[in-house]
């Protein structure tokens, strides 16, 4: 890169010293179409349950679903991903569960389809919330297979969009299950169901708060390593991007994300796709403890968000979506 200009006949800072000029030359900004809300579901009714770890998630049951709905409808939020919190009766070695088309996310979907229309519904396929030894996949002499895996996600794929889901996600790290499930939906009629591809998803220390959500944090049998990226690797991440995108991905997921934003900008160099980037769990409950306690400002949330978008995220899922789409309507 060559330097042009040199002081005292160049002063960069007279492109920042207000704050009009700052916003006339900002190259990347936020806004509420960058936002994508987790919401997290639960059995019964009349239940708004708090998440240990992560102050101010809760857990929603069907009944109470339009009370956050109604948020997100309000500031405009272009889409909510659902993720089941499922009981140990309702768990078994293969997530039976998964394959119910009557379970608590096809619920929800009919729920918010009928009576929210304007807004995009997101679907984590991956058998975690469903197992009993809290892997995505079916575990055999302690060994997950693959191959047995990917045919119930692409069943559990069908169902979902059979249910009104707009955008399979499958977060399960499977090899070939992109393809699989492309040609299922396919078969069906549902070629315009999109397939955004947890395709870059690392073995992380990020996640604890998150199983807590769904029920899986006690019940996990060892680690995910095998299926899950070492956390140590980058090249590694865009052949699994380059496969998902052959197989019929439609976007592209980097989960976590701070850690990951020379992992998200290499993706956007190199496939120019829409990327996005989950700001996890464990990210989320950093920040709002370092808030809570006064350490940082709680400006560092729309920090956060910015970095990650000026890596190269199209889109973000994060549990702050709507106290920041709060505040970009306040700054209107």
């Known amino acids: 890169m060559k330097i042009l200009g040199n002081y005292p006949t160049t002063r960069l800072r007279r492109v920042r010293n207000t704050n009009w000029v700052r916003r006339l030359v900002s190259e990347n900004n936020l806004s509420v179409n960058d936002l994508i809300l987790p919401i997290f579901l639960t059995e ?11 102050p101010g998630v809760k857990r929603y049951s069907l009944d109470k679903l339009n009370t956050i709905l109604r948020k997100c409808k309000h500031y405009k939020i272009p889409m ?21 088309e009557n379970n608590l996310v096809c619920k929800a979907i009919n729920s918010i389809k009928k009576n929210f229309k304007d807004i995009g519904i997101m679907c984590d396929i991956a058998l975690d919330p469903y197992t009993s030894h809290g892997h995505d996949g079916i575990l055999k002499n302690n060994e997950i297979d693959n191959d047995e895996t990917i045919k119930i996600l692409s069943k559990q794929a069908l169902i979902h969009a059979k249910a009104g889901c707009d955008v399979i996600a499958p977060s399960d790290m499977m090899d070939g299950r992109i393809g699989l499930i492309r040609k299922k939906l396919d078969q069906f009629n549902f070629k315009n169901v999109k397939i955004l591809s947890y395709a870059v998803k690392y073995a992380s220390n990020f996640y604890g708060p998150f199983r807590e959500a ?26 699994e991007v380059g496969l998902d995108i052959k197989e019929g991905a439609d976007f592209i997921m980097v989960k976590p994300g701070l850690p990951y934003l020379d992992i998200i900008r290499k993706i956007k160099d190199n496939f120019k796709v829409p990327v996005f980037s989950y700001q996890v769990s464990g990210e989320y409950s950093l920040l709002k403890n370092g808030i809570k306690q ?30 920041i789409a709060e505040k970009l309507k306040n700054l209107k």
């Open 44 to 54: 019964g009714k009349n239940k708004i349950e708090n998440i240990k770890n992560m």
């Open 80 to 100: 909510v991903a659902l993720f089941p919190y499922t009981k140990k009766n309702k768990r078994d070695p293969l997530g039976k569960e998964a394959l119910n």
């Open 294 to 323: 006064k350490i940082i400002s709680g400006d560092a949330v729309k920090e956060s968000l910015v970095s990650l978008k000026r890596a190269g995220s199209s889109a973000i899922v994060t549990y702050f979506a709507l106290e």
């Open 214 to 239: 769904v029920g899986s944090k006690n019940i996990l049998k060892g680690d995910k390593k095998t299926y899950q990226m070492d956390y140590r690797n980058s090249d590694e991440a865009l052949r």
